[in-house]
């Protein structure tokens, strides 16, 4: 079973199945070819993050693929600024890790070549594919963003204009660059021609990346930060990746009969949204590169902790409560095959097209991850050569009975926690099938990048009996579109005892769930 956020992506994962490679084969794939057909949500230039699970060691591993920052970023470089630019090659810095964490998985656990598992990510970026919905529609939003970059804007505004729906996107540099990847491996990117042509046109526009940055970036594998939920094995990835926020909610809302309070009423809406709150308070006070802080996981994580949280939340009214804002465009994708393997993985470059910088003649869109740290010489996150900053990067995955039971994961920066929370009730709480799960009504709260308010935004879909008492609990309600964006593109796969697998893709977006 593969699930991705784009058919041309999903089908990808499939063909590499099909051709006799296993699950990390044809998640690194379907990671190259969203690159490729989904380059306003992901791409070369960005990060990663990769939950494992190879069946014959049966045990969960994590490969953080975030990059560091470069030497030269330090707070002093922006010293009359009250801000770190949020697009623009200044915003760049941090090297990407999207072709080192490929490298890993495939050398770790996987059975081809990565020419073998690049190749349908090059036919695209060469040969060209259609435009999708979802592509012109963030391009048009976007375009004036892309007009600052010319070399960005010859790529994704032919001629000037956002390409219509359908009509042939062809990345030649792109393709290239992969072809270079696929031959050269790893070194190419990072101890080779591609990084030196990063560096250069780094330096050359007032980039803050080095090509020492390049040749000392490795990512990690680690053990993944595990909690539970109703008596499945919660898998996340740990910080610098928000993802115990994601299992602090779970725990909090193990303190509630969410199935008595039933699906979609007020008080569904209500608990999770307020258990939310309290994660975040503990994520922006914590989370950033654990090599530079401490943070209290074995608190954060424990049941007593979210049981004295979960005290604290009033059952009739809203907390007010702030977050910081944070980018939403990101992709996240898995993949089951055969023999029990499974990968559930997600991958961004921050905002949507990233820092809107194309590195020269690479064709790679640089990520603007790093313009998330901060100034503040006390802030946890406070910006520092060679670290990673917070992110929002979130792949999970549910165990039953030691078996992987649900693998899940979202696009959106503030909204990942949220939707995880939503999938994972549905299907444990509610017994849906991923697609129901998926398709039903979700919100976001919060504030993502360019939003002014703190608002709890609600998909149309929902009841006006569950809206109207939100806004009498003192949320600050927004109706959003009856399928809207906003919320994210969510994805699912299930395993049952029988060993079958099934899917579920987002209709807010482009993708596609196969199995066979």
């Not at 791409?43 to 069946?55: P, Q, S, V």
Request: aromatic share 8%.
């Amino acid at each position: 079973m593969v699930v991705s956020p784009h058919h041309l992506a999903t089908a990808a994962g499939a063909r590499i199945l099909q051709k006799g490679g296993n699950a990390f084969d044809a998640a690194v794939a379907v990671s190259a070819c969203l690159a490729v057909v989904y380059p306003h949500m992901t791409g070369l230039g960005g990060d990663a993050f990769w939950l494992t699970y190879e069946r014959g060691e049966r045990a969960v591993r994590v490969y953080n693929a975030s990059g560091r920052s470069g030497r030269l970023a330090t707070r002093d470089r922006f010293a009359d600024e009250a801000e770190i630019p949020r697009r623009g090659i200044r915003s760049a810095l941090t090297v990407p890790g999207m072709a080192d964490g490929w490298s890993a998985v495939l050398s770790e656990y996987g059975r081809l070549t990565l020419a073998d598992v690049l190749e349908p990510a090059i036919g695209y970026a060469l040969e060209g594919c259609p435009v999708s919905r979802d592509l012109h529609e963030t391009t048009a939003a976007r375009a004036d963003t892309l007009r600052r970059e010319p070399i960005t804007a010859g790529i994704y505004l032919p001629g000037g204009r956002v390409p219509a729906i359908g009509s042939p996107l062809v990345q030649r540099e792109l393709g290239e660059t992969l072809r270079a990847l696929a031959a050269g491996g790893r070194d190419a990117f990072y101890r080779g021609d591609v990084a030196r042509r990063i560096a250069a046109y780094a330096a050359q526009h007032g980039g803050l990346l080095a090509l020492e940055d390049f040749e000392n970036y490795r990512g990690q594998w680690t053990a993944p930060i595990i909690g539970s939920y109703r008596g499945h094995e919660l898998y996340q990835a740990p910080p610098n990746s928000q993802g115990f926020t994601g299992i602090l909610t779970a725990h909090i809302l193990e303190n509630f009969d969410l199935k008595a309070a039933g699906h979609g009423t007020f008080e569904y809406y209500h608990l999770i949204v307020e258990a939310i709150k309290r994660s975040f308070a503990d994520r922006d006070r914590y989370l950033t590169d654990p090599d530079f802080a401490d943070i209290p996981l074995d608190r954060l994580l424990s049941k007593e902790y979210a049981a004295e949280l979960a005290g604290g939340i009033d059952r009739k009214r809203a907390l007010p409560a702030r977050t910081e804002p944070v980018g939403s465009d990101t992709a996240y994708a898995a993949v089951v095959d055969g023999e029990g393997n499974a990968v559930s993985f997600i991958q961004s470059l921050y905002f949507e097209y990233g820092s809107a910088a194309t590195a020269g003649d690479t064709g790679i869109l640089l990520q603007n991850r790093g313009s998330f740290f901060s100034l503040d010489p006390n802030h946890p996150n406070r910006l520092e050569p060679d670290k990673r900053t917070f992110h929002t990067l979130m792949p999970a995955m549910a165990f039953r009975d030691g078996e992987p039971f649900l693998l899940y994961g979202t696009q959106g920066g503030e909204g990942q926690p949220q939707t995880q929370t939503a999938l994972l009730t549905r299907m444990v709480d509610f017994g849906m099938d991923p697609q129901s799960a998926v398709s039903e009504p979700r919100w976001v709260w919060g504030r993502t990048w360019g939003e002014p308010t703190q608002e709890l935004k609600l998909e149309s879909r929902i009841s006006a009996e569950a809206v109207k008492r939100l806004e009498e609990a003192g949320h600050a309600v927004r109706l959003a579109g009856e399928y809207d964006g906003i919320v994210g593109h969510a994805h699912a796969i299930r395993i049952d005892g029988n060993g079958f697998r099934s899917g579920g893709t987002d209709p807010r977006c482009d993708g596609a769930a196969i199995g066979w």
